[in-house]
């Protein structure tokens, strides 16, 4: 079994930053792309940005320029580092992450969700 486990989410006012992380633990061989999704109330699901192994990212429109995704292979943890928030941005985020276990199978695997508030 493979947790996902959030930090960072919290109250901040618009223009502020924010910096959160994903940890993930468990029967882990690998962790191929990661992602951060979010969920403002009200709306779908939305994809954010991924960072493949190597270190290639993607972003939404609505975030180009003012996120940034990273990782660190080693601690099996992901990051998003958010700027210049907007109100809009208020959502639930999530973390998602592809994982190769011991036996070689894959699965995908959620985190359970950290709230950001941006108050304008």
């Known amino acids: 079994q493979v947790q996902l486990v959030e930090s960072g989410g919290g109250l901040v006012q618009a223009g502020g930053s924010l910096r959160l992380s994903c940890a993930a633990s468990?029967?882990?061989?690998?962790?191929?792309?990661m992602a951060w999704y979010r969920q403002a109330p009200g709306n779908q699901r939305e994809l954010v940005a991924t960072i493949t192994r190597g270190g290639n990212t993607n972003y939404a429109d609505s975030v180009k320029g003012r996120f940034t995704i990273s990782r660190d292979n080693a601690k099996n943890t992901v990051y998003l580092q958010m700027n210049s928030l907007k109100a809009e941005d208020t959502a639930v985020y999530y973390c998602?992450?592809?994982?190769?276990?011991?036996?070689?199978?894959?699965?995908?695997?959620w985190g359970q969700g950290t709230q950001v508030t941006v108050s304008s």
């Open positions: 998602n992450a592809d994982v190769v276990n011991f036996v070689g199978r894959g699965y995908d695997y």
């Open positions: 468990g029967s882990i061989f690998r962790i191929d792309a």
